[in-house]
């Protein structure tokens, strides 16, 4: 079975201008995830999707991240415009609705702002 | 709220030796406890996790945690170190009270095995 896919697996773009990355969760887990780790710092939750629906977007740092999710499948997070303080390893992790089934996480996309 | 804080961004232990990562965490309500593990250019792989029920927790290449409650802790133990070993841990928690809620995580320790 394969497991959870990302895409780019690096990116480097300029201050502005618009990233989008891709997430293929493992197939059947209605659960997706999205984390962020900024070098040295902690991995930080930044939305959960159950299905299509936004089930948790707390984690969100401002309007300039949009997360969508379609027909509960694959899901893209795009950065509009980019700045410098978005660098990082964006992380997206799938699982199964059932109590606090363990998420499976991809490889990341490594997003460099310049 | 939820947080998690690992002693130690960096731990160097000899090929053979004990292995022992600190995690210590702070939660509101009764957590969940995770241990994940990243080699070089791969994601997070699931080490272990305690949900309910037996406090000590057997995980993957022959790690363990227990938690205690009393202390707030969910410490990694190894008896003896592989040179494969060799990765970045993350500590994490979750909310018991609720089904599939996000994870809180530390700041990852890195680990370093000494030929």
């Known amino acids: 079975e394969a497991g959870v896919t990302q895409f780019p697996s690096h990116s480097v773009i300029e201050k502005g201008q618009t990233v989008t990355l891709r997430c293929d969760p493992i197939?059947?887990?209605?659960?997706l995830y999205w984390y962020r780790r900024v070098m040295g710092k902690e991995i930080k939750f930044l939305l959960h999707f159950v299905k299509e629906s936004k089930q948790d977007e707390s984690g969100m740092p401002n309007n300039r991240f949009l997360a969508e999710r379609t027909g509960g499948t694959y899901s893209t997070l795009k950065v509009q415009p980019a700045e410098l303080e978005d660098s990082g390893v964006y992380f997206c992790a799938s699982s199964q609705m059932t109590v606090q089934e363990t998420q499976y996480f991809g490889p990341g996309t490594r997003l460099l702002v310049l | 709220a939820q947080s998690v804080t690992q002693l130690g961004s960096h731990v160097s232990v000899s090929e053979g030796a004990l292995v022992l990562l600190r995690c210590n965490y702070s939660s509101s309500v009764p957590p969940y406890l995770f241990w994940y593990v990243q080699y070089p250019n791969q994601g997070l792989q699931l080490l272990l996790k305690y949900t309910t029920g037996a406090t000590l927790v057997k995980g993957i290449n022959g790690f363990e945690a227990e938690f205690k409650k009393s202390e707030t802790s969910f410490h990694l133990t190894k008896p003896s170190a592989h040179m494969s070993d060799a990765a970045e841990y993350f500590c994490?928690?979750?909310?018991?009270?609720?089904?599939?809620?996000?994870?809180?995580f530390g700041t990852g320790t890195r680990l370093t095995i000494i030929p």
């Open positions: 197939s059947g887990h209605d659960n």
């Open positions: 994490a928690v979750s909310a018991a009270n609720f089904g599939n809620e996000k994870l809180t």
